[in-house]
């Protein structure tokens, strides 16, 4: 299973790698555009942030097959070894099919239904990402999209891998590892969730108080 953080705060990354055992990092325009930095600064300070380990994945902007190749060229011109995410457009279908060709990894996005992710694992993406907690908003059932999508890898494009996006609550991300996920990306407000649930700190607290009053020390 493959953990990693949907965002472009540098500082948040440096603060929980030490904590996650992440695989690396997601990003998006609006993730970059609520930054304010620009792509070519903030993606080697995120690698820096992750200790030089794990994958980052970055976004093209353009709309046509041949500029999505163009940017996705210069995206790995800032990170060798970045993930191009193109969202799952039938332009974005032929240049994940034309990356492919090129040995370029990508990750297919803004995923809405399954048969859309599976288009994008038969064109080469190494990566789908449904988009779950959007599924839910628009009437649909993301996990279940997952789920549907999950079956349709393991039947026609095995090599590739369901990575799980927009997430709102740590129990929509649990029921997507439930279903067999192999990969999810968390936004931050959620992977803090998971490590500071209120029940668990009253409780470490009470446990500090006990010792404190039997020992008159709060360590060992």
Same mark, same amino acid.
């Given at each position: 299973?493959?953990?990693?953080?949907?965002?472009?705060?540098?500082?948040? +990354?440096?603060?929980?790698? !030490?904590?996650? !055992?992440? &695989?690396?990092?997601?990003?998006?325009?609006?993730?970059?555009?609520?930054?304010?930095?620009?792509?070519?600064?903030?993606?080697?300070?995120?690698?820096?942030?992750?200790?030089?380990?794990?994958?980052?994945?970055? %976004? $093209?902007?353009?709309?046509?097959?041949?500029?999505?190749?163009?940017?996705?060229?210069?995206?790995?011109?800032?990170?060798?070894?970045?993930?191009?995410? $193109?969202?799952?457009?039938? %332009?974005?279908?032929?240049?994940?099919?034309?990356?492919?060709?090129?040995?370029?990894?990508?990750?297919?996005? #803004?995923? *809405?239904?399954?048969? %859309?992710?599976?288009? &994008?694992?038969?064109? =080469? #993406?190494? *990566? /789908?990402?449904?988009? +779950?907690?959007? /599924?839910?908003? %628009?009437?649909?059932?993301?996990?279940?999209? +997952?789920?549907?999508?999950?079956?349709?890898?393991?039947?026609? &494009?095995?090599?590739?891998?369901?990575?799980?996006?927009?997430?709102?609550?740590?129990?929509?991300?649990?029921?997507?590892?439930?279903? =067999?996920?192999?990969?999810?990306?968390?936004?931050?407000?959620?992977?803090?969730?998971? $490590?500071?649930?209120?029940?668990?700190?009253?409780?470490?607290?009470?446990?500090?108080?006990?010792?404190?009053?039997?020992?008159? +020390?709060?360590?060992?």
């Amino acid at each position: 299973m493959e953990l990693y953080l949907d965002t472009s705060n540098v500082a948040a +990354v440096r603060r929980l790698a !030490p904590i996650f !055992p992440l &695989a690396g990092v997601t990003t998006n325009p609006s993730i970059i555009a609520n930054g304010k930095k620009p792509l070519a600064v903030v993606l080697p300070e995120l690698q820096e942030a992750l200790g030089g380990k794990g994958r980052l994945f970055a %976004q $093209v902007m353009a709309r046509d097959a041949e500029a999505m190749v163009d940017e996705a060229k210069k995206l790995r011109a800032i990170i060798s070894d970045l993930v191009v995410k $193109v969202p799952v457009t039938p %332009q974005g279908l032929a240049a994940i099919k034309l990356l492919k060709s090129e040995g370029i990894p990508t990750l297919g996005t #803004a995923v *809405y239904g399954a048969a %859309q992710g599976l288009l &994008a694992a038969l064109a =080469g #993406a190494e *990566y /789908i990402a449904p988009y +779950v907690n959007r /599924i839910d908003a %628009q009437g649909g059932n993301g996990i279940q999209t +997952v789920t549907e999508l999950q079956q349709l890898l393991k039947l026609h &494009a095995p090599t590739a891998k369901v990575l799980a996006a927009s997430f709102k609550t740590p129990r929509q991300a649990l029921d997507c590892l439930l279903t =067999g996920c192999e990969a999810i990306t968390l936004p931050l407000d959620v992977a803090e969730q998971i $490590v500071t649930t209120p029940a668990v700190n009253a409780a470490v607290e009470k446990f500090e108080q006990d010792w404190l009053a039997a020992f008159g +020390v709060a360590n060992l």
